[in-house]
């Protein structure tokens, strides 16, 4: 299962750092991403990274979010900086897990980013 944390509010130019981990018998994990939904609208990829650290990132986060992972630790966390009051949204992680299960997408439980003006 993945675990999500480190969400917030904040205001206008601030920073925040979310972080979700992966457990159980993990075998491994391909791509690992966050995704975000803004009331009213349709889930969308934020950013996503490989295991062998290939990033991707939605056009209007570019140059202000960081993803990044630590395999040792099954760990996905995205550094969100200079945020705006359109980044606010339900942040969820997700990642492409093989286990003892066999593989398949997990999704995390949702963590609320609010970005006040």
């Known amino acids: 299962q993945l675990q999500a944390s480190g969400g917030g509010s904040v205001q206008a130019g601030g920073s925040l750092r979310l972080s979700c981990a992966a457990s159980?018998?993990?075998?491994?994990?391909?791509?690992m991403g966050w995704y975000r939904q803004a009331p009213g609208k349709q889930r969308e990829l934020v950013a996503s990274?490989?295991?062998?650290?290939?990033?991707n990132y939605v056009e209007s986060v570019k140059g202000r979010f960081a993803i990044s992972r630590d395999n040792a630790k099954n760990t996905v966390y995205l550094q969100m900086n200079s945020l705006k009051p359109e980044d606010t949204a339900v942040y969820y992680c997700?990642?492409?897990?093989?286990?003892?299960?066999?593989?398949?997408?997990?999704w995390g439980q949702g963590t609320l980013v609010t970005v006040s003006s």
């Open positions: 990274i490989s295991w062998g650290g290939s990033t």
């Open positions: 159980g018998s993990i075998f491994s994990i391909n791509v």
């Open positions: 997700n990642s492409y897990v093989c286990s003892a299960l066999g593989c398949k997408t997990y």
